[in-house]
């Protein structure tokens, strides 16, 4: 039976897409140690990245950028992600992290990034991602220090948008939020 694990990364941020992986891994993968990838050094995440890539696991990525959730908002774009990554990857069981009403085909579990190891390595997969998009995005918009903070709404952050206000890959009503 094929298990897929899903997780998403980037719900919280002010800027910068939404971005999940889902994963299945291949019959002879034995990777330990995996975590939530919230709870690991940046050290630790990139070199489980590249053990979990090297495994031979099936990868899919997928991302929903700041227009769409500007446009449909976080709690659609949050169930969108994981109905998106299931269509890219056939699989016997789909478990995505969260508490989300997802329908038959996928079962949405609370703190599966912390129990269940297809689940933790997607949380690893989707958060190095997600973070190497956001240090190219500084490279264009260095005034917001997003190679540091990632898009989240740092002191930093949050003192840049008020001074020169937001780009494209701004979510309009985070910031709103943040900035009151």
């Known amino acids: 039976m094929l298990t ?8 919280g941020a002010l800027a910068g897409p939404l971005v999940g992986a889902a994963i299945i891994f291949n019959s002879q993968f034995t990777i330990y140690k995996l975590k939530d990838s919230k709870i690991l050094t940046p050290e630790k995440r990139n070199k489980l990245y590249k053990r979990i890539i090297k495994s031979g696991a099936v990868v899919v990525m997928g991302e929903i950028s700041a227009r769409q959730i500007n446009s449909r908002g976080m709690g659609w774009a949050n169930k969108e992600i994981f109905k998106r990554l299931a269509r890219k990857i056939p699989a016997d069981k789909y478990i995505a992290d969260g508490n989300l009403k ?5 079962k949405s579990v609370v703190k599966a990034d912390m129990k269940i190891p ?11 991602w997600r973070d190497k998009h956001m240090i190219r995005l500084h490279d264009e918009h260095q005034i917001y220090g997003w190679r540091s903070n990632k898009g989240y709404g ?8 008020r001074e020169h206000g937001v780009t494209k890959h701004h979510r309009s009503m985070f910031v709103r939020t943040a900035l009151k």
Request: charged fraction near 25%.
């Open 118 to 128: 297809e689940v933790m390595a997607a949380s690893i997969i989707a958060k190095v």
């Open 4 to 11: 897929c694990g899903m997780d998403e990364v980037g719900r």
């Open 154 to 161: 740092t002191k930093y952050h949050i003192a840049a948008i």
């Open 102 to 106: 997802l329908g038959k085909k996928i």
